[in-house]
C-alpha cells in the first residue's frame, strides 16, 4: 500500500508518518529528512539542496524524483510506503505514479492533513526538532536532549524561523496544493482528515479514511 500524506509544513505529516508506518508495516519516506541528512553529511544532493532548503523554497523535482526512486527500490519499501513530503508539484505527483507503475503498484490514497492556518505557524515557530531522529516536538526548548533518548539533542530547524515559514506557506498554497486537482483528474483516492488533536486522534481518522 503507497500513501502519500499531503498537507502544508506543521500539518503533523511527520509525526503521523511513523505511526502509520508501524501500524501498516511499511517504511515511511520523507524526502526533507532524506535531504537534511544530505546536508549534514555535505554531499552533492545535500550542496545543491541547502540554499532552497533554507530560505523555505523547494529544491528541484529532478532531485526528488532521484530519492524517490532510490528509496522505493529499497527492498524494506517492497510492499508499500508512506510518503511524507514527497509530493510537492504537478511534476513529482506525475513522476512518482511513473516510479510506481515501473514497480506494478500506484497511490493507493492521498491523504490530507486539514489544519488551521494560525495553528500551523504557532506549531512550526515552537517547534524544535531532534538532531538525531527528527522527530519534531512543541513546547520543549532547544538544547534539550530528545526525549526518546537517543543521544540526540533537539535544534530548531533553520526554515522554522518566520520569514521561511512564511515561505513555505506560501509555497505550499502556490506550488503544492494544485498537485491535489492532479490527483483527482488522475481518478486518485483524496481523503480530508482533521488534523487537530492529539496524535492518537489523528493516527484514528487517518487509519479509518486509509480504511
Ligand atoms: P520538510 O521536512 O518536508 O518540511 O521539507 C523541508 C524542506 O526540504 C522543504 O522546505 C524543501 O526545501 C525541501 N523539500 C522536501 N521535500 C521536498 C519536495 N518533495 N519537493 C521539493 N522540496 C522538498
Known amino acids: 500500500m503507497d500513501i502519500v500524506l499531503f498537507g502544508p509544513p506543521g500539518a503533523g505529516k511527520g509525526t503521523q508518518a511513523a505511526r502509520l508506518a508501524e501500524h501498516l508495516g511499511v517504511p ?14 555535505g554531499t552533492k544532493r ?3 539542496a541547502k540554499a532552497a532548503m533554507d530560505r523555505g523554497e523547494l529544491v ?15 527492498p524494506r519499501a517492497a510492499r508499500g510506503s508512506i510518503l511524507d513530503g514527497v509530493v510537492r508539484t504537478i511534476p513529482q505527483a506525475a513522476g512518482l505514479e511513473e516510479v510506481l507503475l515501473d514497480l506494478g503498484r500506484t497511490v493507493d490514497a492521498v491523504l490530507v492533513f486539514d489544519v488551521p492556518e494560525e495553528e500551523l505557524v504557532r506549531r512550526l515557530s515552537g517547534r524544535a526538532t531532534c538532531e538525531v531522529c527528527q522527530t519534531p516536538y512543541t513546547g520543549l526548548p532547544p ?6 533518548n537517543d543521544g ?8 522554522d524561523d518566520p520569514a521561511a515559514v512564511r515561505t513555505r506557506l506560501e509555497v505550499f498554497r502556490r506550488q ?3 498537485v491535489l486537482d492532479w ?4 481518478d486518485t483516492k483524496v481523503v480530508r482528515i482533521d488534523a487537530v488533536g492529539s496524535p492518537d486522534d489523528v493516527t484514528e481518522r487517518a487509519l479509518g479514511a486509509i480504511g
Open 152 to 159: 540526540g539533542r533537539l535544534v530548531r530547524r533553520q526554515d
Open 143 to 148: 538544547g534539550s536532549p530528545c526525549p526518546k
Open 183 to 186: 490527483y483527482r483528474d488522475n
Open 28 to 41: 515511511s519516506i520523507a524526502t526533507g529528512d532524506v535531504l537534511r541528512q544530505a546536508v549534514r553529511q
Open 176 to 178: 503544492t496544493a494544485p
Open 46 to 48: 545535500g550542496l545543491e
Open 60 to 74: 528541484p523535482d529532478a532531485v526528488i524524483l532521484g530519492i524517490m526512486k532510490e528509496a522505493l527500490a529499497e
